[in-house]
């Protein structure tokens, strides 16, 4: 099977229709879930804490498999022979790229930039390229004198920006974000926000999973939502989310405080990050 190009694209990047998926335990992580998702979009799924999102970014890259129903990248289905099967596991892994949340997970080699050049290399580039990207990324995301530091030995911010250089090697189209901003300090947020629009605005499709309201408002336009029982329970845009306060207290991602005012009592909406602010979500 040719894998597609690019620009012949005419289906969604993505298209997810009745997925459900257990853990090999037996217990359901998502159950009934349909979507799809056009190239250029940014999209938030968003859930409280064991909703599914994490899973859900796991079956778009290819790394866990439907139990039922299916998910489509590109027109293929992905399974697990589709996902290792030349031509199209090279290509989907080109164009599909994957920051997970603990940037530890994602770190393993003894300095940067071998780190850098580990994505390109299996996915068989020339040497010479390689080397270009490497130089390239770094230059890009400015962590040059990073090079030949080891990355466990780097601040969370350094680390996080390491990862997401990793994965930028590898030239993805799709970027799969997974709480990216968990464990930022406001500077390094503020900063990946900005460079999320940078790659937005180059024609990066961006999915991220998170919890984070004021993080999503600010790096999404459509928002889809999990509910904690692992269900898809609204698909509209992200404003329009995050404006839904009754929806957010439903599915856990903001909480409610009861204040006494004397002989009176009032229900405040409180978010779950670390800006929340009293009667709204945002």
């Not at 979507?35 to 968003?46: H, K, N, Q, T, Y």
């Not at 064991?50 to 866990?64: A, E, I, M, N, R």
């Not at 068989?124 to 004198?145: G, M």
């Not at 999404?220 to 029982?229: F, G, K, N, T, Y």
Request: proline share 6%; glycine share 8%.
């Amino acid at each position: 099977m040719r894998p597609v190009e690019w620009s012949e694209l005419s289906e969604p990047i993505f298209d997810i229709e009745n997925l459900e998926y257990r853990y090999p335990g037996g217990g359901v992580a998502l159950r009934d879930v349909s979507f799809s998702i056009e190239p250029g979009e940014r999209v938030a799924i968003l859930g409280a804490n064991g909703s599914g999102k994490s899973t859900l970014l796991h079956l778009l890259d290819g790394l866990y498999f439907a139990a039922r129903g299916s998910v489509s990248a590109f027109g293929t289905r992905l399974t697990e022979e589709t996902v290792d099967t030349p031509p199209f596991s090279h290509w989907f892994r080109r164009q599909v790229g994957f920051l997970f949340q603990n940037s530890d997970a994602q770190l393993f080699c003894a300095r940067v930039d071998e780190e850098l050049a580990f994505g390109p290399l299996q996915l068989r580039l020339p040497p010479a390229e390689v080397e270009q990207r490497v130089a390239d990324v770094l230059r890009l995301l400015e962590i040059e004198h990073l090079r030949q530091r080891a990355p466990q030995q780097l601040s969370e911010g350094e680390k996080k920006k390491v990862a997401l250089a990793s994965v930028l090697t590898t030239g993805p189209r799709v970027l799969l974000l997974d709480e990216p901003s968990s464990g930022l300090d406001p500077r390094t947020q503020q900063w990946l926000m900005e460079f999320l629009d940078e790659l937005h605005r180059s024609g990066v499709t961006l999915i991220t999973a998170s919890h984070d309201l004021s993080f999503v408002a600010d790096t999404a336009d459509r928002a889809l939502v999990l509910s904690e029982d692992h269900r898809l329970v609204r698909d509209a845009p992200c404003g329009d989310v995050l404006g839904d306060t009754n929806l957010l207290l439903s599915v856990n991602l903001i909480h409610a405080h009861a204040h006494a005012h004397g002989p009176v009592t009032h229900t405040h909406a409180h978010r779950h990050d670390s800006g929340h602010e009293h009667g709204h979500p945002v």
